[in-house]
């Protein structure tokens, strides 16, 4: 270890469990902001609150709008609200995060003099927040745990990825490490374990590679992707397992490219969970790409058979609201219209809708499996949502409001604090900063579950989220690990997984 670089020895959030090999978080609400993006303009908010998100039910995600959580530029936004260039959509959520890991973040290096981090990344970790992930992800954790304000992360792991990853502390760092990745000056290496016997000689593949599904993270083989290229060279095969563990030097950097570089070559990571899936892929998992010939044709989703329902929450246009007590009635004439429209998600329209190119029918039927599979793992909780139990508005707890700042002095995207008038007997109450509401956030008590006395679903008492069973922990990770990356700086590595040793015994139960 050079002069200066000392280990970091992590603090633990007040706010976090660790339960049976998992890091669990009790929910809280959560106040965020974001820029209008590009693929949302001239769109309804409803229509893309829908297809960016799939957590929740069509019903909940009208009847959150028709609740006033959500503002576009401090005005309340309602399920028909078109967004226009430059709005700024401010949302209150209440996040469950899902589990992780309880295995902690290793800080392999902490190099003061020069300024950067090197970490040992556990896999189930994202590195950055996205989706229902904010204080489980990388970034935050080593802010809230290491307390490292300024993060620079330049390269990026797949959250089921465990590995090294090289983090600057200053921004002038940042801009030249990241000038090596793009440059393809930096030499990485990986260790996998993949299905079957790979060949004995070194393989190469230098497939294009094309992210077709932003929700699922799905990526394929594909004449308009980006170029790619994995150098593959086996170590040794388990004939027991009839694995084959595999050291991977990725001369690019394309998003899930070792992954669907060995699928394409017929061996796929051996427990990726999307890659390597049968009932997704089919016997063959996907070896040698799919058919890329476009199909415009959808299929609106459904549930098993024993969800099926003429009042499903996931279908909001093809059936009537008749409960006057329920917030979820529609009152106005206009969006009483509005139920003839059928949404993209009702449909099967969103699936395809944030590709670059036309979707083939097996691309389409990949990723219509891909979400059914997801659904089941989560026993099905979009399509056993209660919100219909609500009888009324949502309404976010413990979370002080602010106006929004002038215009001049917003800044893009991140958390805020949504713009609602203070009560006056509130005024002379002392102001939180933004930080200081945030940190109280995920240290207040979870909400008693309830229990829908019909069907027996356990739910959330202030959001209606169906409840579901903790994720195994053997689940959480894939045999991917970022080894070694030599850099400008030097060459670092972590230690060899478990999963890679010879002779290692893999319990499939």
Known sequence: MSDGAVPDEPRSPPSSQKDAGLRKLTPYWYPYTTMAKERWLGREILEIVSTEFRDRSMEYYRYALESGVTTINGKVAKPNTVVRNGDR???????????????????????????????????????????????????????????????YTINRLDRLTSGLMIIPLNADLARSLSGEFVNGLIRKEYIARCKGE?????????????????????????????????????????????????????????????????????????????????????????????????????????????????????????????DTDSPLSLTSEEESNARAKLLPRETGHDIGMGSPVPLSSETVEIITKLRHMKDEDEDWSRWRDVVFRAKASLTPKDIPRAPLPPQNKRKKGGPCLPQTPLPEDMSLAPQLTQGEALARLSQMEA???????????????????????????????????????????????????????????????
Not at 491 to 503: L, M, Q, S, Y
């Open 198 to 322: 790979f060949p004995a000689e070194e393989t190469i593949c230098e497939e294009p590679l094309l992210t077709v599904d932003r929700q699922m993270g799905l990526n394929i083989v594909h004449p308009e992707g980006k170029p790619a290229k994995t150098i593959f060279n086996r170590l040794h095969y388990d004939s027991t397992t009839n694995t084959s563990v595999l050291h991977c030097r990725p001369m690019t950097g394309r998003s899930h490219q070792i992954r669907v570089h060995l699928q394409y070559l017929g061996h796929p990571i051996a427990n990726d969970p999307v890659y390597s899936e049968e009932r997704i892929w089919g016997a063959n998992l996907g070896k040698g790409g799919v058919d890329v010939i476009p199909c415009e044709h959808r299929a609106a989703p459904a549930p098993p058979a024993h969800l099926l329902s003429d009042n499903s929450p996931e279908a909001l246009n093809l059936k009537p609201s008749d």
């Open 89 to 151: 959509i401010e949302n209150v959520v209440h996040r469950h995060e899902p589990p992780v890991t309880s295995t902690p973040v290793k800080i392999v290096l902490h190099d003061k003099k020069r300024d950067f981090l090197v970490v040992d990344k556990p896999g189930s970790i994202p590195v950055h927040a996205s989706g229902r992930y904010y204080r489980h992800s990388l970034v935050e954790i080593l802010r809230n745990e290491f307390g490292l304000p300024k993060i």
């Open 447 to 509: 909400p008693s579950p309830a229990v829908d006395t019909v069907t027996g679903t356990l739910y959330c008492s202030e959001c209606y989220l169906p409840l579901h069973p903790d994720p195994k922990p053997e689940r959480l990770y894939i045999f991917l690990h970022a080894l070694r990356y030599t850099t400008s700086l030097g060459c670092f590595e972590t230690d060899i997984p478990e999963w890679a040793a010879e002779g290692w015994k893999w319990d499939q139960a």
